[in-house]
């Protein structure tokens, strides 16, 4: 007898969530063509788990340019589990409140620039702190997360500001929150064995790379009704396909310059 699989059964919860932020989707990524059509960037940030949707976005087969990774090591390398690089030290680093500042302090933004933050729960202290600091220094700005609707606007703050990532988006001029369709606490499939019960296949990241390549699509879709020729990493393993990696590579060069020194930056808020 063939064992249960449930695992695949919970991608239509999945499906129908992304599928009814469409407008919301949409709107996002006319604010990213805006940025990216004009030669800027739209930023993304985040740690732990997360950092796989920011891989997906900014370095990938199909990958537009433009897309602009914030991604401290520190903050995002889980993979090593124990020892000097362990996970024990890295959860401990993203409690610490305040790093949110030092990173952008490394960074400067254009006008409209957006920054996503994605983060499973929206609690994470380095994530909100992330947050809360750029629409603290350019209000003006997008800032768009993705996270869970339902653990972030429900469960306890954990970032002394008493805010998740729900709360600052959501009080943000121009912020906009993108649901990963995640349930609180993420785990999705129960196996029970007698008096044994185990709960495993978290949605989080499934539901993150769905929202990033909608965006990627209808971004690119947007960029091509506006008339504006783009650069798109093409797949190098396809027979006789014209790689164009110089180009690409060429082109995010051009742009991630004007994150380190940006010939129309705008002055930070740092009262």
């Not at 879709?221 to 027979?239: A, F, S, T, Y």
């Amino acid at each position: 007898m063939k064992p249960t699989l449930a695992f695949p059964y919970q991608l239509d919860h999945i499906r129908d969530c992304i599928l009814a932020q469409r407008d919301t989707l949409e709107e996002v990524a006319r604010i990213f063509a805006g940025a990216i059509g004009t030669g800027g960037l739209v930023h993304i940030y985040a740690n732990g788990h997360s950092r796989i949707a920011v891989e997906e976005l900014c370095v990938r087969m199909g990958a537009l340019t433009g897309f602009h990774p914030l991604l401290p090591h520190a903050l995002s390398n889980f993979t090593d589990v124990v020892g000097a690089d362990s996970l024990r030290l890295n959860q401990a680093i993203e409690r610490v409140e305040g790093l949110g500042a030092c990173l952008l302090d490394e960074f400067e933004f254009g006008a409209g620039e957006p920054l996503i933050v994605v983060s499973a729960t929206g609690q994470t202290q380095a994530a909100v702190d992330v947050a809360i600091e750029f629409n603290r220094r350019y209000p003006a700005n997008p800032i768009v997360a993705i996270t869970s609707r339902e653990q972030s606007s429900a469960a306890p703050a954990k970032h002394s500001s008493g805010k998740t990532l729900y709360h600052v988006v959501t009080q943000a001029q121009h912020g906009f929150l993108l649901d990963n369709g995640m349930p609180a606490g993420d785990v999705s499939v129960k196996v029970e064995h007698g008096s044994q019960s185990y709960t495993i296949c978290p949605l989080s990241s499934i539901g993150a790379l769905t929202i990033v390549h909608s965006l990627n699509e209808l971004t690119l879709r947007e960029l091509v009704r506006c008339g504006k020729k783009h650069v798109v990493l093409e797949n190098m393993h396809l027979h006789n396909t014209q790689v164009n990696y110089d180009e690409w590579l060429r082109d995010q060069r051009c742009r991630y310059a004007r994150s380190l020194a940006h010939p129309a930056k705008l002055a930070p808020i740092l009262d």
